[in-house]
């Protein structure tokens, strides 16, 4: 069954391959009309507002903290109950080098803020905060699929991989719009969440 959605769609792939063309026809316009430039680095508003704009034509819940605890293989994310408090935390973490903003970025992915669009926007408001920052951003052309998604796997526990894989891929073309799409090429997706009841953590 497909997450409820405002296209009407029912079925699961037809809505993947619906999402992922609305979401990069939006990810461009956010790229080509500057929305981004005022808004700030490193922010849990920031991160909203990003999946709001690219999400906002398919989900209600665009933008919006998830209601429901979601896992991936076997890494439960924040469970619903501590999620803010989490964001909080996150929000306070620094980030002016690029170990911090890696740090940073780890923890938001173990957040997991949203329904559904977290890796898309979330990779964005990486670029974001690296691009304002250290003034580099991520070519995800050079960042090995297999590699990264263990690399993300294995980061909440230990998060020199990914460190390491993402420096390897840096890059001084941060107005380079081919660069940026990139990071929301499906082939990043993390796919297949199930949802867990907060009992179920005893």
Known sequence: MALNNKLGILDSVELAKAE?????????????????????SGTYETLS????????????????????????????FAPVMYLQAALENIEKMPNTTFDEIIEKYVEMNAAHPFREGN?????????????????????????????????????????TEIKHILKLALT???????????????????EGYTEYKTEELD
């Open 172 to 190: 001084d073309k941060i107005n380079d719009r081919e660069i940026y799409m990139k990071g929301i090429d499906h082939s990043y997706y993390y």
């Open 119 to 159: 890796g898309r926007s979330t990779r964005i408001w990486l670029d974001h905060i690296l691009k304002n920052e250290i003034h580099l951003v991520i070519d995800w052309s050079q960042v090995d699929k297999e590699d990264y998604l263990l690399a993300m796997e294995r980061s909440p526990i230990k998060d």
């Open 49 to 76: 507002k990003v999946h709001q704009y690219l999400f906002e034509d398919i989900y209600e819940f665009a933008g919006k903290i998830r209601t429901v605890n979601l896992a991936k293989n076997n890494f439960r």
């Open 20 to 40: 992922e063309k609305i979401s990069k026809k939006k990810a461009k316009e956010l790229f080509e009309s500057g929305y981004l430039d005022n808004l700030e």
